[in-house]
């Protein structure tokens, strides 16, 4: 048993380090065997002589005092919100507000290559270089949409007067069979 604590690696070493660290060593076997290699294996001496020196500065640091006082009441907060709230319901409505009159003026706004551009008339100017439908146009439109509304409506329809005319007739011929199997019983007693 001596042999095997007097062999000690390197790793089983680093175990028992917080033992050297807090001076909880002690005169166990373990302990003997481990001061022998440290004395004996520089690496580990450094290793625990620098868990010491950690130890050593962590005892020594001391907290800095905050620069102001962080707590805040919770009345002054849930007033600040509302404070917040109150100035964002004037800013959606002064923005609600202008994009009103924006709409009202015909206000135009462009940005192409050749730049910003943003324009207001009282009154909308038509331009003949946009595409509008003709009365005709429309009324085609509107009728092929139209036709085509109506086609669908009595295509469904069609199917489902005919899903109900099949769901009958499955129906009638449930009823024939039961008919039919209710019927051979009587028979056969007579």
């Given amino acids: 048993m001596g042999k095997g604590l007097a062999d000690m690696d390197c790793e089983k070493i680093r175990e028992h380090f917080l033992e050297f660290v807090y001076d909880e ?3 166990s076997p373990v302990s003997i065997a481990a001061r022998e290699h440290l004395r004996t294996c520089s690496a580990c001496r450094r290793e625990l002589e620098e868990l010491r020196n950690t130890r050593k500065y962590l005892q020594l640091w001391k907290d800095e005092a905050p620069l102001r006082n962080v707590t805040i009441a919770r009345h002054d907060a849930v007033a600040s919100r509302r404070f917040h709230w109150k100035y964002l319901r004037y800013a959606a409505t002064a923005a609600m507000l202008v994009v009103c009159f924006l709409a009202l003026a015909n206000a135009q706004i462009t940005w192409n290559s050749e730049g910003f551009r943003f324009s207001t008339r009282l009154f909308a100017e038509h331009d003949l270089d946009q595409d509008y439908y003709t009365k005709s146009e429309v009324r085609d439109i509107v009728k092929r949409a139209l036709d085509d509304s109506e086609l669908r409506m009595d295509e469904t329809s069609r199917l ?15 009823d024939l069979r039961l008919v039919l199997g209710h019927e051979a019983p009587i028979q056969n007693r007579n």
């Fill in 25 to 27: 060593g002690g005169d």
């Fill in 160 to 174: 489902m007067m005919q899903k109900t005319l099949d769901t009958v007739d499955q129906d009638r011929w449930m």
